[in-house]
């Protein structure tokens, strides 16, 4: 059974400071990984997709690399903003099912 | 809005009530998902359909029951809950279920709550 790690649970930090999230997962059998971003109460957005075969994917202020034979993958958020705040999830695809990772949340103080 | 559209936002009802909660994607995916999130734990993984087919079943007790009438429309009928099956319910679909090379699109969720 695939289980999905992020390291810190939670993260406070002022603005401008750069974010480094990360993930861990236990079976590196992936087809891809997917980070989402939750604000509180509502559904999830994709921020980032890498397929099994890429190092890195990024989206303007976001990067997020994968080392699928470590299992693990980093989201970075350049100069973070306070409208960064909320919590990020990452998912990983095998076995034809999508495993979370509890999330970590973030606090970009103004 | 995503692709995804959840409807209602937001349930109350009660442990004898029975109520509906509803999915609908025009992504043209061919898998749909129900998801449930409590609070402080992951998101768990509760029905799979592919091509209106359910093809998992995660030991999700009876009292919830699944419904996919055509592949953009997914249901999942309650009944009889328990105060425990408060939790945000999110629906999600994919273009495939066995080569999701486009990843996960979630709707916004339907917040329930059983009093």
């Known amino acids: 059974k695939q289980e999905v790690t992020q390291i810190p649970a939670a993260l406070s930090v002022p603005e401008g400071e750069n974010l480094v999230l990360n993930c861990s997962f236990t079976?590196?059998?992936?087809?891809?990984l997917q980070w989402f971003r939750q604000d509180p109460g509502k559904g999830l957005t994709s921020l980032l997709l890498?397929?099994?075969?890429?190092r890195e994917q990024t989206s303007g202020r976001l990067n997020a690399s994968l080392d699928k034979s470590s299992g693990r993958s980093t989201l970075y958020i350049a100069a973070s903003q306070p409208g960064d705040s909320a919590t990020y999830l990452c998912?990983?695809?095998?076995?034809?099912?999508?495993?979370f990772g509890a999330g970590t949340t973030v606090t970009v103080r103004a | 809005e995503t692709g995804v559209t959840q409807t209602p936002r937001h349930l109350v009802m009660g442990m004898t009530n029975k109520k509906s909660l509803k999915c609908e994607q025009h992504?043209?995916?061919?898998?749909m998902y129900w998801y449930k999130q409590s609070a402080k734990k992951p998101l768990e993984l509760m029905f799979v359909?592919?091509?209106?087919?359910?093809?998992e079943n995660n030991s999700v007790p009876s009292r919830f029951s699944p419904e996919c009438p055509n592949s953009s429309h997914l249901f999942l009928h309650l009944h009889t809950l328990q105060p425990e099956d408060s939790a945000l319910y999110l629906c999600?679909?994919?273009?495939?279920?066995?080569?999701?090379?486009?990843?996960?699109?979630f709707g916004s969720g339907t917040r329930l709550t059983v009093v």
């Open positions: 999600a679909s994919s273009q495939d279920q066995t080569e999701p090379a486009h990843g996960y699109t």
């Open positions: 079976d590196s059998a992936i087809y891809n």
């Open positions: 890498i397929q099994s075969s890429q």
């Open positions: 998912a990983v695809s095998n076995d034809y099912k999508l495993s």
């Open positions: 992504l043209g995916h061919n898998a």
């Open positions: 359909y592919s091509l209106e087919e359910r093809v």
